[in-house]
């Protein structure tokens, strides 16, 4: 399986941690003493600067999460000098979606004319990328399909609470402040490569209840949620147990699996949750040198983070035909994810 040809479409509007800041005042001065208020934008200042966070992307008024979709499949597709209508699958892959049924990616296949594929969601949370790249794999080597897209369009700020009424809320409010927006596009078909890719997965299901949107049913199907806050819709995250798992899963996995151990690395790409979680997962696998960090550009854009990193990659020189990459996830569930493949 190859790379085909990516794609990423993101806002062209910059939003910096002032910016944060002054939506959280602007939402919480009702909920609290002035005092109190200024303590937690105090806290979110110091927890922005022990994560690394700086800029992210977000829509400017009357920008559609579609189109960006919509362009970074054009993209991907001119770039593996293809046609709609060769696609014969679409993975629809985002968290952000307008609607839970039908999957969102028939809506897509119809906006492309790609009208002999067929097309499926697949949903993981950070992990659907990179769970997509593993099933399409197995697709492309039995022969079902030949050339597959992986379409995700993360734009996820409105699922966000800016009111904020104690500092306590902060332990699983403050990653909706690191989130970014964008779409990415990566077309998958046979190729001939040196070595065939490599996929690793494990899940600790016992920590399902660190990172959520909830539905308004929540309740029905779990009545020991932890979160105090189960609003609908409205994300949540406990960001420091989460990026202690992250660091003792994704590294065990790593040096648990002797085929990954020995495979050459000329490139890393990471889910960017924290830029310092990146470094010290890469560190610990011994990445640290090759690792693509953009965290402090583009923050958290969900299932979009590594191919955007990619395309970003590949613009600036960086990415290039036959090297070998390392693709590694830390997602809510909470599981981890590591691939090895070429470029």
């Given at each position: 399986?190859?790379?085909?040809?990516?794609?990423?479409?993101?806002?062209?509007?910059?939003?910096?941690?002032?910016?944060?800041?002054?939506?959280?005042?602007?939402?919480?001065?009702?909920?609290?003493?002035?005092?109190?208020?200024e303590s937690i934008l105090t806290r979110i200042k110091t927890l922005?600067?022990?994560?690394?966070?700086q800029e992210r992307r977000w829509r400017s008024e009357g920008e559609r999460a579609y189109e960006?979709?919509?362009?970074?499949?054009?993209?991907?597709?001119?770039?593996?000098?293809?046609k709609p209508e060769d696609i014969d699958l679409l993975l629809?892959?985002?968290?952000?979606?307008?609607?839970?049924?039908?999957?969102?990616?028939?809506?897509?296949?119809?906006?492309?004319?790609?009208?002999?594929?067929?097309?499926?969601d697949l949903l993981d949370a950070c992990l659907s990328w990179l769970r997509a790249l593993h099933v399409g794999?197995?697709?492309?080597?039995?022969?079902?399909?030949?050339?597959?897209?992986?379409?995700?369009?993360?734009?996820?700020?409105s699922y966000g609470k800016w009111g904020i009424k104690s500092v306590?809320?902060?332990?699983?409010?403050?990653?909706?402040?690191?989130?970014?927006?964008?779409?990415?596009?990566t077309i998958l078909s046979n190729g001939d490569m040196e070595i065939e890719p490599y996929f690793a997965f494990k899940t600790d299901p016992s920590?399902?209840?660190?990172?959520?949107?909830?539905?308004?049913?929540?309740?029905?199907?779990?009545?020991?949620?932890?979160?105090?806050e189960l609003d609908s819709e409205v994300f949540f995250a406990y960001s420091a147990e989460l990026f202690n798992t992250a660091q003792e899963m994704i590294?065990?996995?790593?040096?648990?699996?002797?085929?990954?151990?020995?495979?050459?690395?000329?490139?890393?790409?990471a889910h960017s949750a924290s830029a310092t979680l990146t470094e010290r997962i890469a560190e610990q696998i011994h990445k640290d040198d090759v690792v693509v960090n953009l965290y402090s550009k583009f923050g958290n854009t969900v299932s979009a983070s590594i191919p955007t990193a990619m395309a970003w990659a590949l613009e600036h020189g960086q990415l290039k035909r036959g090297m070998n990459m390392m693709l590694f996830m830390g997602s809510a569930g909470f599981s981890a994810g590591i691939c090895h493949m070429i470029y």
């Open positions: 399986m190859k790379i085909r040809g990516i794609g990423c479409s993101m806002p062209k509007r910059v939003v910096n941690n002032d910016e944060i800041l002054q939506l959280i005042r602007k939402h919480s001065e009702s909920l609290m003493s002035n005092g109190q208020l922005f600067r022990i994560s690394g966070t960006f979709g919509k362009k970074a499949a054009e993209i991907a597709l001119e770039r593996a000098e293809l629809y892959v985002g968290v952000g979606r307008g609607w839970v049924e039908p999957g969102m990616g028939s809506f897509f296949q119809h906006e492309l004319g790609m009208k002999n594929a067929t097309t499926f794999y197995n697709f492309l080597k039995n022969g079902v399909y030949k050339n597959i897209m992986v379409l995700n369009a993360e734009f996820n700020k306590d809320e902060l332990a699983y409010r403050f990653a909706q402040c690191t989130i970014g927006e964008s779409a990415t596009a920590r399902h209840d660190l990172c959520k949107i909830p539905l308004k049913d929540i309740h029905s199907y779990n009545d020991k949620e932890r979160c105090p590294p065990q996995l790593y040096e648990k699996n002797e085929e990954l151990k020995k495979r050459a690395c000329d490139i890393a790409f």
